[in-house]
T-cell receptor, first 113, second 114 residues
Framework: NAGVTQTPKFQVLKTGQSMTLQCAQDMNHNSMYWYRQDPGMGLRLIYYSASEGTTDKGEVPNGYNVSRLNKREFSLRLESAAPSQTSVYFC????????????FGDGTRLSIL | DQQVKQNSPSLSVQEGRISILNCDYTNSMFDYFLWYKKYPAEGPTFLISISSIKDKNEDGRFTVFLNKSAKHLSLHIVPSQPGDSAVYFCAALSANFGNEKLTFGTGTRLTIIP
């Protein structure tokens, strides 16, 4: 009963390094999302994929890229990490985009030094 | 521009009493609202939702009320239990206007006092 699985759970990077955050869901959901959560700011959408083969920008896409590898997997890449990208990153999925509840992973805590 | 606002960062309630969490929004295009609950070191978990065609939705101990004219919704938890201690996020989207993206509030930390 895994749901949404994110790897890694924790990571420390140096400024300028690159990294890919992995996300996989086993609920046969069509839509997947990446959020970041910063203190006092709630969750903000970085990118989402309404269906396999499509990706769209969210509220805060700058500095990130995504790949919807297949229906199960949606990865988030930081090409050149900056201290402002220190955050907790959550992946989510839903049966379809719109008024369907999203199911979240447990997050990746990322620190950029 | 915070389109979904939770103005109370924290709330403490005695066990067994009612907990009321509030949320205000500014975008009149929002037509679907959700509440999520989050424990430390875990992802948010969906609790309950409401469409703008309704003014109330109930699920066990949880009831969400929507006042469209005031652009206000609230989550009532009755009776409150220690396991309800968590951060609660309100979220909204415009399903009928093609905006499939959730906008979250900043959260309210609820503490249930035994």
């Amino acid at each position: 009963n895994a749901g949404v699985t994110q790897t890694p759970k924790f990571q420390v990077l140096k400024t300028g390094q690159s990294m890919t955050l992995q996300c996989a869901q086993d609920m046969n959901h069509n839509s997947m999302y990446w959020y970041r959560q910063d203190p006092g700011m709630g969750l903000r959408l970085i990118y989402y994929s309404a269906s396999e083969g499509t990706t769209d920008k969210g509220e805060v896409p700058n500095g990130y890229n995504v790949s919807r590898l297949n229906k199960r997997e949606f990865s988030l890449r930081l090409e050149s990490a900056a201290p402002s990208q220190t955050s907790v990153y959550f992946c989510a999925s839903s049966a379809r985009a719109g008024n369907q509840p999203q199911h979240f992973g447990d997050g990746t805590r990322l620190s950029i030094l | 521009d915070q389109q979904v606002k939770q103005n109370s960062p924290s709330l403490s309630v005695q066990e067994g009493r009612i907990s009321i969490l509030n949320c205000d929004y500014t975008n009149s295009m929002f037509d679907y609202f959700l509440w999520y609950k989050k424990y430390p070191a875990e992802g948010p978990t969906f609790l309950i939702s409401i469409s703008s065609i309704k003014d109330k939705n109930e699920d066990g101990r949880f009831t969400v009320f929507l006042n469209k004219s005031a652009k206000h919704l609230s989550l009532h938890i009755v009776p409150s239990q220690p396991g309800d201690s968590a951060v609660y996020f309100c979220a909204a989207l415009s399903a009928n206007f093609g905006n499939e993206k959730l906008t979250f509030g900043t959260g309210t930390r609820l503490t249930i006092i035994p």
